[in-house]
């Protein structure tokens, strides 16, 4: 993180000590049980994702002395089923020397499997992590590479860094690939101000050449971060294939991740809508600075980002990821757009760390006064399909608090053809009046609405349709705010319905 995002950050957290949790205080009805968050101390960015030995390995922007935002370096966790995670030792720390301070910035990690770049010993392949070095007393940002020989669990700096200076200020976090039809090692960089990204090659991951430039294009009110491209089939044809072009950036409400879809060829990416066209990832006001693993097994492409915070202190940790996504393209009567449902390898172990068996509900009836849901905490999963009828609204009140009107209201609006998530009846001290209602349009056929409900006692990720849309926010409930109920206005039903009790601390 930098200069630019923790101004983006602080329009959304700032706000007056009166509502501030003191500092210091734990507060472990916030700390999620089934998303990543560091054991202690400040995470952001999510960096440097691999899977390598049965292992999903998390690096991971991180603070490794307080429980805020400085002295930036890589942590380190893995996990085999990215619900529960091991916390290893900071991998790539800051360096500190007499004449400067560089702090270690977003970037990314390969298995360099033919040792392209000569840090393999003794026939071992190394892995090579690629970040911004950021120098604050020299005003300037350029492209680092350290290699590891213990399978990442610390890693040494190349002596010849950096391996790209344009004596730049703002110019960072570098997402490399192998791309097999160029045989080339094939960066992507953020040239921030200028609202564009940087194609690089190189076959050694030494030295690079510039390829070409994209943008500006999409929302440019913003300086562009934390891009990557990434291969994506088309409508479940692994025949047919796109790449997307990932970019964040500051919204008009906070965080956004833009996507364009296209053609590359190993030098050029070209954008198959008009440039003006933009395109969301995500309509909540925290998801920010997403990268994917791009080996995961069955080929899958898992998004992972992080859920910026709410004007709330945690302690003893500040800030966690997301859910990890699993990301396809879709053709739809808007053209392609990406679909991102929650990865099969986490819904895959729910039943690890569910309390019990899922609560389950068929053809239900959900009457004027509501229907009542079981649950004993905040930490749950609800996989939901609704047959609207004539209601005018369908979804769930979560977080409730008895005897008060505090809540936040999911659901389906259908007058409006909205994705909906209503916070204020309870989260007014901690977001701009702005945020407190999160929308994505979306249409639905035959009156059924399909929503995942995610709430992780300060998260809640909502998908839409089978992942067409997506709202992700932090929110903060009281300890007793932990009611549940489904609502309709008008006549509906819900048609399926299961849920999960995710109350076991995990981790």
């Given at each position: 993180m930098n200069k630019a995002k923790l101004l983006c950050l602080g329009l959304i957290t700032m706000t007056g000590s009166a509502f501030a949790q003191e500092e210091g205080v734990p507060t472990p009805?916030?700390?999620?049980?089934?998303?990543?968050?560091?054991?202690?101390?400040?995470?952001?960015?999510?960096?440097?994702?691999?899977?390598?030995?049965?292992?999903?390995?998390?690096?991971?922007?991180?603070?490794?002395?307080?429980?805020?935002?400085?002295?930036?370096?890589?942590?380190?966790?893995?996990?085999?089923?990215?619900?529960?995670?091991?916390?290893?030792?900071?991998?790539?720390?800051?360096?500190?020397?007499?004449d400067t301070t560089t702090w270690i910035y977003s970037g990314s990690a390969v298995l360099d499997k033919n040792n392209t770049s000569g840090f393999g010993v003794n026939g071992k392949p190394p892995l090579v992590a690629i970040f911004t070095a950021d120098q604050p007393k020299q005003k300037k940002e350029s492209q680092f590479i350290a290699y590891s020989n213990d399978g990442g669990l610390s890693y040494k700096q190349y002596a010849k860094n950096p391996v790209i200076d344009l004596n730049m200020h703002d110019f960072r976090d570098p997402n490399v690939f192998w791309h097999e039809e160029s045989k080339q090692w094939v960066m992507t960089v953020s040239m921030v101000d200028e609202h564009m990204v940087r194609f690089y090659g190189s076959k050694n991951l030494k030295d690079w050449t510039k390829l070409s430039d994209f943008g500006p294009a999409g929302f440019t009110k913003n300086g562009w971060e934390c891009p990557s491209i990434l291969p994506l089939v088309v409508d479940g044809n692994p025949a047919n294939i796109k790449w997307v072009l990932f970019v964040s950036l500051g919204g008009e409400h906070g965080p956004l991740i833009q996507y364009f879809v296209g053609d590359f060829d190993g030098t050029t990416f070209k954008n198959i809508n008009d440039n003006s066209k933009i395109l969301k990832t995500d309509y909540g006001d925290a998801f920010y600075a997403a990268i994917a693993w791009r080996d995961a097994p069955q080929n899958k492409k898992i998004l992972l980002g992080w859920l910026q915070n709410g004007r709330q202190e945690t302690y003893p940790w500040k800030g966690q990821m997301s859910i990890p996504h699993d990301l396809s393209l879709k053709t739809t009567s808007e053209g392609l757009v990406l679909n991102q449902l929650p990865s099969v390898f986490v819904t895959k172990a729910l039943p690890k760390y569910a309390k019990g068996k899922p609560v389950e509900k068929r053809n239900a009836s959900i009457g004027n006064s509501g229907l009542k849901l079981?649950?004993?905490?905040?930490?749950?999963?609800?996989?939901?399909?609704?047959?609207?009828?004539?209601?005018?609204?369908?979804?769930?009140?979560?977080?409730?608090?008895?005897?008060?009107?505090?809540?936040?209201?999911?659901?389906?609006?259908?007058?409006?053809?909205?994705?909906?998530?209503?916070?204020?009846?309870?989260?007014?001290?901690?977001?701009?009046?702005?945020?407190?209602?999160?929308?994505?349009?979306?249409?639905?056929?035959?009156?059924?609405?399909?929503?995942?409900?995610?709430?992780?006692?300060?998260?809640?990720?909502?998908?839409?349709?089978?992942g067409e849309k997506v709202i992700s926010t932090m929110i903060y409930p009281d300890k007793e705010a932990t009611g549940l109920s489904a609502f309709a206005d008008g006549e509906a039903a819900i048609k399926n319905l299961k849920l999960w009790n995710l109350n076991n601390d995990v981790k």
């Open positions: 009805q916030w700390r999620p049980t089934y998303h990543f968050t560091p054991q202690n101390n400040w995470t952001n960015d999510p960096n440097g994702l691999i899977f390598l030995n049965g292992e999903f390995n998390l690096y991971y922007q991180h603070n490794p002395f307080e429980n805020k935002w400085g002295h930036m370096s890589w942590g380190h966790a893995t996990s085999k089923d990215l619900i529960s995670w091991k916390h290893l030792p900071v991998a790539i720390p800051e360096v500190v020397t007499k079981p649950g004993d905490g905040n930490a749950y999963w609800i996989d939901a399909e609704f047959d609207i009828k004539n209601a005018k609204k369908v979804g769930f009140n979560v977080v409730e608090k008895a005897g008060t009107d505090k809540k936040v209201v999911v659901g389906y609006d259908a007058e409006k053809r909205q994705l909906f998530v209503d916070c204020t009846g309870s989260e007014k001290n901690n977001k701009s009046p702005e945020n407190l209602v999160q929308t994505a349009p979306m249409s639905i056929t035959g009156g059924i609405v399909k929503i995942k409900v995610l709430v992780d006692r300060s998260s809640l990720e909502v998908f839409g349709n089978d």
